[in-house]
């Protein structure tokens, strides 16, 4: 079993920042990719950001300038922080790791139950 827990979001103005984090446990043998994915109200689920173990990040366009990402191996641990945030930065959050466990044979995606980032104008 994989749990993951995530913490930071609520509501902020236009303009301001949150940083969002995420910490994996459980029967986890390795990870690969962390990221952060979000839906908004009426829109498809889509990533925001992923970082790779070796530190290798990829962003969305619509966050490519105002997104930093990063991890902590040891500690199974992803960070984001979004700046100058936006009305349609509005969205649950969902962290998502891809770890191979030890009774899989393979790697498996596993998302959080999300925390809900509200931002106001």
């Known amino acids: 079993q994989v749990q993951l827990v995530e913490s930071g979001g609520g509501v902020v103005q236009a303009g301001g920042s949150l940083r969002l984090s995420c910490v994996a446990s459980?029967?986890?043998?390795?990870?690969?990719?962390m990221g952060w994915d979000r839906q908004s109200p009426g829109k498809e689920h889509e990533t925001v950001a992923a970082?790779?173990?070796?530190?290798?990040?990829s962003r969305a366009s619509f966050v490519k300038d105002r997104v930093t990402i990063s991890r902590d191996n040891e500690k199974k641990t992803v960070i984001m922080q979004i700046f100058n945030l936006k009305p349609e930065d509005t969205a649950i959050y969902y962290c998502?790791?891809?770890?191979?466990?030890?009774?899989?044979?393979?790697?498996?995606?596993?998302w959080g139950q999300g925390t809900q980032v509200t931002v106001s104008s």
């Open positions: 459980g029967n986890i043998a390795d990870i690969f990719t």
């Open positions: 998502y790791v891809r770890v191979k466990t030890y009774a899989s044979g393979g790697y498996v995606d596993h």
């Open positions: 970082i790779t173990p070796g530190g290798s990040i």
